[in-house]
């Protein structure tokens, strides 16, 4: 089947598409080869007979997802004023990976998935009303990976993963030749600096933004070179904005503050996310409160969560205790940090709004934050994407006080996320696997090991409460579900299982280094009790994402050796959960 899907343009115009029919109808009828394809694609044998006009049109606007051209037409026109968010980066990935994303996502489609039928209606708008994934195709397939990524069509979606490899390989081709002038960096030598050309301050100053992209050092929230020889640097330099992103997205807090300084913009956006989503993503916190003195953008209740700023995160309700609209306008989406296809797509729900708030808010330790929302009544089990609970944000980033209240307002340390399907300890021996011994993580392990012991007798006991709650209400207590929840009981879920399975062993040396204890990529450990883990109990009770692995997460894994092991450049420092291992 040919890539034939064509993009969009930012600001799409409908008489440019009208010629563009009118192209391939006559380019078809000249017997054009590609032309040819394209309309096969579609039409099958049925072109043969006749091809006019409007089965041009209908070619068109089957490449871009819709049923008819006038569907298409309609689109268009709403789509005059606003335009597609700009890609995130994909760092070098090449376009087969995305392909196999693809196969893996037709297989989960044609199997009826329930997930991935609901990224079929997100994102191709003629599936929109789709009740039944098995007759998509490997073209719908492409589609979804394209849009959920930040591309209009899957044949931009290669376009642009060639163009990242090429730029890839141009960026290291330029560091390679400053690789003298990088050492005088280092070395303080301003004189030699004051020769550079704009362009070579431009990629060096790039270059300083990123822990080991100069060679022989090791970059982290120091400064780490002379100021005085980042002072000319900067003094050449035509652009701070990008070095600004890239120091936020690597903890390089000294340089961001100089940066900032220096008059690089706060609210700039590289590659789709400003240098305040890139600190948050990564949860870089020191990062993320030196940037909020410069102010929060985007402005939207998750970044206000993230920054600890409870006054902001309260202005986001109204009297009644509705979320604003305005405050939900920008939203998280992990393929902006990480380049594969992140979550089922994002629903308008305030609940999920609320959640994606809550779980930043626990990743960068803003325990006031954390015990607003849950004195709101949301769920502490709350995972609005990846299938990661504040918990598991938490225990990531080693913030104690809020494990702490977390699990004392009943967060459920045996939920397991969709990547590493890896509970509460399991993330604790990954993420902490170079500082087994350290207090914070011993007091982490008993936090989450005296959880742990208390599960049977919270079940056991939400068992009789519910039971005796339905008889109250006068239904029958035999049906009463199997893990003892009655729909009206306002508390954590906390699902009965068979057994406990820990993600436990010895740090294993990747390429890139410690990625964790016995978690070995592509295997995962078995399944909970019950053939569906989801439960729908209490606040934010369609949230509790702690589903069964899906095909999503299964595709996932076909990055993880790639990236977490440091295969391309620009993620070497990086992991697919936002983290290196300690």
Not at 57 to 68: C, K, N, R, Y
Not at 87 to 105: E, F, N
Not at 226 to 235: K, T
Not at 404 to 421: F, T, Y
């Amino acid at each position: 089947m040919s890539d034939r899907h064509s993009g969009l343009p930012p600001h799409p115009n409908l008489e440019y598409y009208r010629k563009q029919a009118k192209h391939l109808q006559h380019t078809y009828e000249t017997g054009d080869a590609a032309a040819q394809a394209r309309v096969a694609d579609v039409l099958g044998d049925r072109a043969a007979e006749r091809f006019l006009l409007s089965d041009a049109q209908f070619v068109l606007a089957q490449e871009h997802g819709f049923g008819t051209w006038a569907e298409f037409r309609a689109h268009i026109q709403s789509q005059r004023t606003t335009g597609d968010r700009p890609v995130s980066r994909l760092s070098g990935i090449a376009p087969g990976t995305y392909a196999s994303l693809a196969d893996t996502l037709l297989t989960d489609l044609r199997h009826n998935d329930p997930g991935t039928l609901q990224r079929l209606r997100a994102y191709v708008p003629r599936c929109a009303a789709a009740t039944d994934g098995s007759t998509a195709e490997l073209r719908d397939a492409r589609l979804i990976i394209a849009r959920e990524l930040g591309f209009p069509t899957w044949r931009d979606l290669v376009s642009g993963a060639e163009k990242s490899r090429r730029d890839l390989d141009e960026r290291k081709e330029k560091q390679r030749r400053l690789r003298p002038q990088a050492e005088a960096l280092l070395a303080g030598d301003t004189g030699r600096l004051a020769q550079l050309t704009a362009e070579q301050a431009d990629t060096l100053l790039q270059m300083l933004a990123r822990p080991q992209a100069i060679p022989g050092a090791e970059l982290g929230a120091e400064l780490g070179v002379p100021r005085a020889a980042v002072d000319v640097l900067i003094g050449k330099a035509t652009n701070l904005d990008l070095p600004l992103t890239w120091a936020a997205a690597s903890n390089r807090v000294e340089y961001v503050r100089l940066l900032l300084g220096a008059g690089a913009d706060p609210g700039t956006r590289t590659a789709g996310t400003t240098p305040l989503e890139n600190a948050i993503y990564h949860g870089h916190t020191q990062v993320v409160d030196l940037l909020a003195e410069h102010g929060i953008v985007p402005q939207a209740l998750w970044t206000y969560a993230a920054c600890g700023r409870l006054d902001l995160v309260r202005a986001c309700f109204d009297a009644d205790g509705r979320l604003r609209p305005d405050t939900a306008r920008s939203r998280p989406n992990p393929a902006d940090f990480f380049p594969i296809p992140p979550r089922i797509p994002a629903t308008s729900d305030p609940e999920e709004i609320m959640a994606e708030a809550f779980v930043h808010a626990c990743q960068h330790g803003r325990t006031e934050v954390v015990r607003w929302f849950l004195d709101r009544g949301l769920n502490p089990d709350v995972a609005p994407y990846l299938g990661r609970t504040g918990l598991h944000w938490a225990i990531m980033y080693r913030q104690l006080d809020v494990v702490r209240l977390l699990l004392e307002r009943g967060a459920d340390p045996s939920i397991r996320d969709e990547l590493l399907q890896a509970d509460a300890d399991g993330w604790l021996h990954v993420y902490s696997a170079t500082s087994w011994h350290d207090p914070v993580t011993q007091q982490l392990r008993q936090l989450i090991e005296s959880r742990r012991a208390e599960l049977p007798l919270l079940v056991a006991s939400r068992r009789r409460l519910a039971h005796a709650q339905q008889v109250a209400d006068g239904g029958d207590a035999d049906r009463v579900g199997e893990r003892g929840q009655a729909r009206g009981v306002n508390a954590p879920a906390l699902p009965v299982q068979g057994h406990v399975d820990h993600v436990r062993g010895q740090p294993h040396e990747g390429a890139g280094g410690k990625i964790g204890a016995g978690l070995r990529l592509g295997e995962h450990p078995p399944a909970q009790a019950g053939p569906d883990r989801d439960v729908e109990v209490g606040a934010g009770r369609n949230l509790v994402d702690n589903r069964r692995r899906t095909g999503h997460a299964v595709a996932a894994e076909q990055l993880k050796l790639q990236v977490v092991l440091g295969v391309e450049d620009d993620h070497r420092h990086r992991c697919p959960l936002g983290r290196a291992p300690a």
